[in-house]
């Protein structure tokens, strides 16, 4: 009998080749260069086998995420058949924000069910008033972009161009929009093809059989690691900014003998602003920080996410009740949760807790009208620093946290956007001191070319990257707007701006804070 390691170990291979043929395939930068995309494989119950490393809030959401959809899937009576695949990007379903479209395919050998292929990849815009579709002013939901429900966009192999037209027609750039799904759609392609072979070589009950051992496996290790740390419960606070107001997230971490409980009572109730994070994007960060301090080689498959029980009361900050808008959930709330998570557990390990890093995404999106009638979208995520950790200084320009992409290119940039780039380089000094400072964070610039509006979504303007045990602060982020006529704009950390020609754009983010005392 063959090795389930064997038949495991290739299932993880699977999804990274899916990821490979995701972004080769992709038309827009954000996925082509920037790597905003993650592949998963499931069970038939759902239950996570293999996932690629790639954006941390899209790897742990897809355990809710699948969940959530073959939910609504069973109530709705919709059955996946050979050939089908369904695509959404309704967050309260797909559990991350509006631009990640969610695409699924079940895998079927004969007429038996093995599993589901699925990925998320985050197109740069799916409508809405502001380019980009991340909208500061967003009141609900629905002024945050088009709201797709699961719907099926390949019927037994065919693709349903009706579906997809109507889809299109409502967002601005459809022609990479189609790129990028249909990309989405010969990833998973792969991955059914892939799971296929192994189940032509191996059978379907073995490689039902590894699944299951894999996770269970999985189980194990996590339950092993996490069995050496402190029993106790730890608590801590952090806040998210608002205008002039600081709400406050608030985590109680209980590390006992069946693994680790997050409880977020007492967080701010949801608001009517697109900071609200869907519980799928709280699990996948309280999922990232275990993951982190988890030393060795353990899978993240079900095994890893069974140990963790997150509580997050409905209709706060961190579990909001639809319609209330999420897209700044997804990508800031999700690093303020990751960051107070940590400095809970630095109470428990404070040998291997760092101090907080940049503590956002800076989410720059743009876009508007070309001179051919046609329209644009640039989206970006900018780095910062890490903070200082035990025995080493943080890493300066680089993603933290809940993001794991790369930058665009200038290069690309400026050949495929109305962009004029002036500047990117370390923002030296931002870190925060101590006896082991902290990352420090980039200055990126740029001019545009033609009339455009800019919207910004980012975090740490107000509060600054933490430092832990004597350790200095990180500096805060800063996004400034220079018009032609010299004038200085000085924007808040969520905020929308017409552009004129010309007119320059400076993004400094945050540096981050420093670890222990010089004295």
């Not at 502001?130 to 019927?155: C, D, F, H, K, Q």
């Not at 082991?436 to 975090?459: P, Q």
């Amino acid at each position: 009998m063959v090795s389930w390691e064997l038949i495991f170990r290739a299932s993880v291979f699977i999804a990274e080749e899916m990821g490979v043929a995701l972004r080769r395939s992709a038309f827009s930068p954000n996925i082509r260069e920037r790597m905003d995309h993650s592949c998963a494989i499931t069970d038939p119950d759902g239950n996570i086998v293999a996932q690629a490393e790639h954006i941390p809030v899209h790897l742990g959401s897809f355990r809710v995420g699948v969940r959530n959809l073959l939910n609504w899937l069973s109530r709705e009576g919709v059955d996946l058949g050979p050939g089908d695949a369904v695509f959404l990007n309704d967050p309260y379903i797909s559990s991350t924000h509006l631009n990640d479209v969610m695409v699924m395919e079940p895998i079927y050998v004969g007429d038996r069910l093995v599993g589901y292929v699925v990925n998320k990849a985050h197109h740069v815009d799916v409508g809405g008033p502001v380019p980009g579709s991340i909208n500061p002013g967003a009141r609900t939901l629905y002024e945050e972009g088009l709201v797709i429900p699961p719907v099926r966009i390949m019927v037994r192999g065919e693709l349903q161009r009706d579906v997809l037209n109507m889809i299109l027609s409502n967002f601005k750039t459809p022609e990479t929009a189609i790129g990028d799904l249909t990309a989405q759609l010969a990833a998973n392609r792969v991955g059914v093809a892939r799971i296929k072979e192994l189940v032509e070589r191996y059978g379907i009950d073995d490689v039902l059989g590894a699944w299951r051992e894999g996770i269970e496996y999985g189980r194990k290790l996590v339950l092993m690691e996490v069995g050496k740390w402190p029993r106790g419960t730890y608590d801590a606070v952090d806040y998210m900014e608002l205008g002039e107001e600081l709400l406050p997230i608030k985590v109680s971490v209980e590390v006992g003998e069946e693994g680790v409980k997050a409880d977020f009572t007492g967080t701010h109730g949801q608001v009517e602003a697109p900071i609200n994070a869907v519980y799928g994007v709280t699990f996948s960060a309280v999922s990232f920080v275990i993951r982190s301090l988890v030393k060795g080689d353990i899978p993240t498959n079900e095994g890893f996410y069974s140990i963790i029980n997150v509580t997050a009361p409905e209709g706060t900050l961190v579990n909001p009740r639809k319609p209330a808008p999420v897209s700044g959930g997804n990508v800031e709330t999700t690093q303020r949760i990751a960051d107070v998570v940590f400095r809970a557990l630095a109470k428990a390990l404070p040998d291997r807790v760092p101090a907080a890093g940049s503590g956002t995404m800076m989410n720059v999106m743009i876009g508007g009208t070309l001179t051919n009638g046609g329209y644009w979208a640039y989206y970006e995520t900018i780095g910062g620093g890490t903070g200082g950790r035990p025995g080493k200084p943080g890493v300066s320009g680089v993603h933290v946290n809940m993001t794991n992409t790369l930058n665009t290119p200038i290069e690309i940039a400026e050949r495929q956007y109305p962009l004029l780039f002036t500047g990117y380089r370390i923002r030296e000094g931002s870190g925060g001191d101590g006896l082991y400072r902290g990352g420090d964070g980039i200055i990126r610039s740029f001019k545009v070319l033609t009339r455009a509006r800019l919207s910004i979504m980012a975090e740490r303007f107000r509060t600054k990257p933490w430092g832990l045990w004597g350790g200095g602060d990180g500096a805060p982020g800063e996004v400034m707007v220079r018009r032609v006529d010299g004038s200085v704009i000085k924007l808040p950390s969520k905020a929308s701006i017409d552009l004129e020609p010309g007119d320059e754009v400076i993004i400094e983010t945050p540096g981050g804070g420093g670890y222990g005392s010089r004295r």
